[in-house]
């Protein structure tokens, strides 16, 4: 048996706001949308590889995400963090730790959280990525 980690979905309260962020700051593309029965939903993935991001935002949602305990972060594997964060910053996102370089694994990482407060890591690999993994650094634009 062989599985693979195909897509998650996380609840939004601005679709098109979402869909800004994801696409147009962090470069993640959207390749399609839906609505189904009180929810509009969106798939984005980057052409290089790695799972898909589908948002979602539900007709009856009423004030911000209940966050709970469950979820504490997504990543984003970028060729250049620093960039991506002051990206991220101007959009409006919150810094939580600007990007700083790890003694202990070779990489430079930064949170910021988005507009409905997940919190996201971006992580630039000084060493190439683990094998499976795909490289930002190493696949063009």
Known sequence: MVSILSQYCINVTDIERSIGFWEGVVGIPLVSRTEIPNAKEAILQ????G????LA???????????GSAMWKL???TDDCQ???????AAG?????APQRLDRWPVTMAYVKD???YLIEFVEYHEGT????????????
């Open 93 to 97: 996102c919150e810094s939580v730790f």
């Open 51 to 54: 799972s898909r991001m589908q």
């Open 57 to 67: 935002q539900h007709d009856d949602q009423v004030g911000p995400i209940d966050m």
């Open 46 to 49: 980057s052409p290089h590889g």
């Open 130 to 141: 683990q094998p499976g993994v795909p490289d930002p650094k190493k696949v063009g634009p």
């Open 115 to 117: 507009f409905d407060g």
């Open 75 to 77: 990543y984003v594997n």
């Open 83 to 89: 960039a991506l964060y002051d990206r991220a910053i």
